[in-house]
């Protein structure tokens, strides 16, 4: 092994430019960078070699602030919840009546979030653009609490809507940044549990007030007040956060990198120094692949197919439950139950997605993502087809609670595997460089299809209209199987896999079929033009 480099690392502009000022004069650019890419190659070693237990001891700090940026996401859960079952409230109906509109307002708002987001965070860091938005919700709040009229109540939840984009797109993109590779399907799934969170708080709130007088406002507006609780619990925390290491390496502040570095991290000046070693060293091949960070090149080379990726994966968090995942507790009624059996039936299923969440934190842990999606999809599509085969059957009063069993089956999978490998592979599969660009346009394309569902979805459910009610399990099936066949020839394994490996994964243009399930070789970047790699196999069996 490689004896330690103390010396300052240089940044990306001082190479460009032959300033040895902060080394000997007589080292030249290629030794230099040779320097960078052994600390690099050290730091690579030691990411696959750490123990899931010595990264928790490491990165226990990592951990912490991953989880505080993370509670922005229930606050995120708790609102879309909130919007989809207070329409069913008697109390809200008798104020603003039944409108579909008031579905839309949320996607919309988060559409133009999540642009800002990529924007902002790319501009000004994570940090300071979470903390102007926490400011932001505080005031876009009042609006929904005093609305007096169905409009001012949509033009409320779009602007709080915006807000809930940026919050959306920043805690998987921080969760990626600042923990080793064993900790990122952790940190990424805790994600998906804060969502679960967010939706059990709100339907245990919304549970106090459903046998409210209609007359009775504060039964709608109560449940929105809270909304005011999370900034206000959020934003004093965020003040000590540390900025993510690599966005300042991104931005040739590698003194700050190391500093922001030792406020994540208990490692030692030396092993510090091999992490920002590895950072800068990614950063360069990654500009060697592919110069620009705007949207635009997100569509660019290999970049295009690292989008699709994204765009696929978290679209198919919407594909996966087409018209029955956002009006599930309007699904349960449409196959027999009665509306509050229906809303006691959602409240299951927050707490089954709060359970299942947590049980997926060993399982995401232990496979690849190929096989937990190929599997979570084959065991959604088989569901689906099984509530699409009960619905045929003749009418009894058995069927409905048929159907809503399987439905959760059907949860459980998608909670288990496809639900969190979703968020997993969306912060693992973009370039460091255009990682806010490339999430936004994820979510963005989630949010298209979320949209779609929402105008589609009444429709199809509804007696007067399609009155399709469990023979929609067909058409999502169907859907599903799509996913499925898309998987298998598309999705390449990702876990396991530094930055630097992915980049160079990519490079090399492999199909998806010959991607091995773990890496069990590392590379070394050996020359930024020609793209030519070194394999060095790792000394120990990695864990």
């Known amino acids: 092994m490689a004896a330690a480099n103390t010396k300052p690392i240089p940044t990306s502009k001082q190479i460009e430019e032959g300033d040895t000022s902060h080394v000997e004069a007589r080292r030249t650019d290629a030794e230099k960078t040779m320097d960078i890419a052994q600390d690099a190659l050290l730091a690579t070693e030691d990411e696959h070699l750490m123990t899931f237990w010595q990264a928790i001891k490491r990165y226990r700090k990592a951990c912490f602030w991953s989880a505080m940026v993370s509670l922005t996401i229930i606050m995120n859960g708790y609102d879309t919840a909130l919007l989809g079952s207070l329409q069913a409230f008697p109390a809200f109906q008798y104020k603003f009546g039944h409108e579909v509109a008031i579905g839309l307002s949320n996607p919309i708002g988060n559409f133009f979030g999540i642009f800002f987001n990529s924007i902002s965070t790319e501009r000004f860091g994570h940090k300071k653009t979470l903390q102007v938005t926490l400011v932001y919700l505080v005031g876009m709040i009042f609006i929904s609490f005093f609305a007096k009229s169905i409009e001012m109540l949509f033009v409320g939840e779009l602007l709080s809507g915006f807000a809930w984009g940026v919050f959306t797109t920043m805690a998987p993109a921080y969760a990626s940044e600042v923990c080793p590779v064993i900790l990122r399907s952790y940190l990424e799934t805790f994600v998906v549990l804060c969502w679960g969170i967010g939706q059990f708080v709100s339907f245990g709130v919304l549970a106090s007030y459903f046998s409210a007088p209609r007359t009775s406002y504060w039964s709608w507006r109560i449940p929105v007040a809270i909304q005011w609780l999370w900034p206000v619990v959020i934003f004093p925390i965020i003040l000590f956060a540390p900025e993510s290491p690599w966005w300042l390496v991104r931005k040739d502040r590698i003194d700050e990198a190391e500093k922001a570095l030792r406020k994540l991290t208990n490692d030692d000046e030396v092993q510090v120094k091999r992490s920002i070693a590895l950072m800068v060293h990614t950063n360069n091949l990654e500009k060697a692949i592919g110069e620009g960070t705007s949207i635009l090149d997100c569509f660019k080379g290999t970049n295009l197919r690292r989008t699709e990726i994204a765009c696929v994966m978290w679209s198919m968090q919407q594909w996966r439950g087409f018209v029955i995942t956002g009006y599930a507790t309007y699904f349960y009624e449409q196959a027999g139950l009665a509306p509050t059996e229906a809303f006691h039936m959602s409240v299951g299923q927050a707490g089954l997605h709060f359970l299942c969440t947590l049980a997926a934190f060993f399982v995401t842990g232990r496979y690849g993502r190929r096989l937990l999606t190929l599997g979570g999809l084959t065991g959604m599509s088989v569901s689906m087809f099984i509530i699409g085969f009960v619905s045929v059957a003749p009418a009894n009063g058995a069927r409905g609670y048929s159907q809503s069993a399987v439905y959760l089956i059907w949860y459980t999978f998608y909670e288990l595997a496809v639900g969190p490998v979703g968020y997993i592979v969306i912060g693992e599969v973009s370039t460091t460089r255009l990682r806010s660009h490339t999430i936004g346009l994820a979510r963005n394309t989630y949010n298209l299809v979320a949209i779609l ?91």
């Open 453 to 543: 569902n929402n105008v589609v979805g009444p429709y199809i459910l509804n007696p007067t209209e399609g009155n399709w009610k469990g023979k929609c399990g067909f058409l999502t099936g169907c859907l599903i199987i799509f996913c499925l066949i898309w998987t298998y020839f598309r999705l390449p394994e990702t876990s396991h896999r530094t930055y630097e490996e992915l980049d160079i994964l990519f490079d090399q243009r492999l199909p998806a079929l010959e991607t091995p399930s773990r890496s069990k070789s590392y590379y070394l970047s050996c020359n930024f033009k020609r793209r030519t790699y070194k394999t060095c196999n790792i000394s120990r069996t990695a864990n």
